[in-house]
């Protein structure tokens, strides 16, 4: 059999196994995509993580307590944990007053705690003894 001829019999093969489907018919192909509640499920997780995301990069701590100075280092007691920290950068504080400040926590290896302050949010006046 030669080359035309294998050409023609698989064409004539394809042609018959065929089968004509009138243009209005309805093919159920299944579900394509994902569910309803696949895109519900996924747009609740994209906004639970963009909210702890923003929540840890735009959250400050706030401490309040007296401002004591030792050798020089503005030192704060902590009101609502009765931890020291020492004070870092920031506005300029005088010890002795009673304030509420926001800023940043740090520990150090030895145990020490530090506190970055980033604003003055409240200046409560002399502390009371």
């Known amino acids: ?3 035309i001829c294998k ?3 698989v064409t004539v093969l394809l042609s018959a196994i065929t089968i004509p ?3 209005q018919s309805k093919i ?17 997780g ?7 995301v923003l929540y840890l990069t ?3 701590t706030t401490i309040t307590g007296c401002l004591r100075s030792v050798e020089g280092a503005n030192i ?8 020291t920290y020492q004070l870092v950068d920031g ?4 010890p002795g007053e009673r304030v509420k400040i926001q800023g940043k926590k740090k520990k150090d290896k030895s145990g020490n705690f530090s506190f970055r302050v980033k604003k003055l949010n409240r200046d409560f006046g002399r502390c009371t003894p």
Do not use: Q
């Open 91 to 94: 506005p300029r504080l005088n």
């Open 28 to 44: 159920d192909l299944g579900h394509i995509g994902p569910s309803n509640a696949e895109i519900v499920g996924a747009a609740v």
């Open 46 to 52: 994209l906004a639970a993580v963009t909210g702890v």
């Open 7 to 9: 050409v023609a019999l």
């Open 1 to 3: 059999m030669n080359l």
């Open 76 to 83: 704060l007691t902590n009101e609502a944990d009765n931890l």
């Open 58 to 60: 735009l959250h400050k």
């Open 21 to 23: 489907a009138p243009a």
